[in-house]
Nanobody, 124 residues
Framework: QVQLVESGGGLVQAGGSLRLSCAASGRTFSTYTMAWFRQAPGKERAFVAGISWRGRSTYYADSVKGRFTIFRDNAKNTVALQMNSLKPEDTAVYYC?????????????????WGQGTQVTVSS
């Protein structure tokens, strides 16, 4: 079992960068597949990026490829999302999610643990 807490959200201008961080508490964090999802007002929660428990495989939504990077530090129990070249369309609440074992999934029901979310707003 693991508890997740996101941080790093805020207001940024289009073209700027922001780094989100997810801090996890739990003895088995290193065995969890981790991912970031986002939800814009009036829309369904959608997959953004995922990383395997070893950290050797990463997956991205087409809309963020080349702009976002997911990485993790199992020694510090953290997973981060570096967001560059931000666009107004990236505005959403971003959630950290985890699941025990398995590969990286892109659906919300494939993850068992969720953070409370952090707001990212990109202005034009």
């Amino acid at each position: 079992q693991v508890q997740l807490v996101e941080s790093g959200g805020g207001l940024v201008q289009a073209g700027g960068s922001l780094r989100l961080s997810c801090a996890a508490s739990g003895r088995t964090f290193s065995t969890y597949t981790m991912a970031w999802f986002r939800q814009a007002p009036g829309k369904e929660r959608a997959f953004v990026a995922g990383i395997s428990w070893r950290g050797r495989s990463t997956y991205y939504a087409d809309s963020v490829k080349g702009r976002f990077t997911i990485f993790r530090d199992n020694a510090k129990n953290t997973v981060a999302l570096q967001m560059n070249s931000l666009k107004p369309e990236d505005t959403a609440v971003y959630y950290c999610a985890g699941r025990l074992g398995g590969g990286v999934g892109t659906l919300t029901n494939e993850y068992n643990y969720w953070g409370q979310g952090t707001q990212v707003t990109v202005s034009s």
